[in-house]
């Protein structure tokens, strides 16, 4: 039943991962009449769907008794009140970040996007060693250099590339790669610091994504009204939704809960094959369906440096040596 859950809870992941990619990429490019959608108010309502999704699954660990979900959600969230607002920071990191990757796409291919940000694995990594003093072991410290490597190859501009830029990006490369960079950066942070809470308190992991989803959605309708405050007054929260819309923000609200899934149920090689199918995956039909992609040589072997180090970082060998500490 074990291992049936485990790739079960990684082909989900799989889907819900290499589907965002593309149908936000194809939402923030596709040409309709009317308004666009706000991103801003996409983040905000995945939020209270997580919330929702969260809350049932309380609700089932409280064996579908409606006072003893009250009674949790009242003594986990309502009389911890500390204990609660240490989730306001990686909630508002988070709400940040889930911003800079509707940016990051309108800027971006689906396979750039993808392959530049596993450099979450980096970020990650070293505020891990920062943060929470673990031991990153050689094959670790390696698999680092090999994914930096990667990356700067995925990067590196083409005559190809710059043309299909020119011809289908909506906005600026540079703006792209930014959004992307900040995003590894507040992923891995964010990440790292949400690791540490729920190492130090006993609470659900479906607890915990309720408290996040509560201050993130503060956040994000804070980020709605200063950001876009004139355009909604103009033509209304729900401007430009539509099927896709609602696809994007169900597929970014189920990212939150098929994570903590695999972090149940998965371990690291198998986390690594799934994010190198998604590459893939994602690289495959950025090219023949969306057509907004050329792979360069340069391009490919990149990528394939990037999945190696992703498996690298996962790989857990017999204890042989003495671990490195950064």
Not at 41 to 51: D, F, M, N
Request: net charge positive; aromatic share 12%; glycine share 6%.
């Amino acid at each position: 039943m074990s291992t049936n859950l485990k790739y079960l809870s990684l082909g989900i992941l799989v889907f819900q991962t290499t589907s965002l990619v593309l149908t936000m990429r194809y939402s923030r490019t596709l040409k309709e009449e009317g308004p666009r959608y706000l991103s801003s108010t996409a983040v905000v309502i995945a939020e209270l769907l997580k919330i929702m999704a969260c809350i049932l699954l309380v609700y089932k660990d409280s064996k579908c008794n409606f006072r003893t979900l009250n009674r949790v959600l009242h003594d986990e969230i309502l009389n911890k009140p500390m204990e609660t607002l240490k989730l306001a920071i990686p909630s508002g990191i988070y709400t940040l970040q889930n911003n800079l990757l509707y940016v990051a796409l309108s800027n971006l291919d689906a396979a750039t996007y993808q392959v530049t940000y596993q450099l979450k694995i980096l970020t990650t990594a070293l505020f891990s060693v920062s943060m929470l003093s673990k031991k990153l072991g050689v094959y670790q410290w390696l698999s680092l250099v090999i994914l930096m490597t990667g990356v700067a190859l995925v990067q590196w501009p083409s005559d190809s590339q710059t043309l299909t830029a020119k011809e289908l990006s909506a906005g600026s490369q540079f703006v792209g790669l930014m959004a992307v960079l900040i995003a590894c950066f507040s992923s891995g942070f964010a990440g790292v610091y949400f690791e540490k809470i729920l190492k130090e308190t006993k609470q659900s992991v479906w607890i915990r994504n309720i408290q996040l989803g509560f201050f993130g959605s503060i956040f994000g309708l804070m980020g709605v009204y200063i950001y876009d405050g004139e355009l909604i007054s103009k033509n209304g929260f729900f401007q430009g939704y539509n099927k896709l819309t609602w696809t994007v923000v169900v597929l970014q609200a189920l990212g939150g809960l098929v994570i903590a899934a695999v972090i149940k149920y998965a371990d690291n090689i198998l986390k690594g094959f799934a994010t190198s199918l998604s590459i893939i995956l994602s690289t495959l039909i950025s090219y023949f369906w969306l057509q907004d992609f050329v792979p360069t040589s340069v391009f490919f072997f990149g990528a394939v440096l990037v999945i190696a180090a992703t498996f690298l970082y996962g790989y857990d060998p017999k204890p042989a040596g003495n671990p490195i500490k950064a």
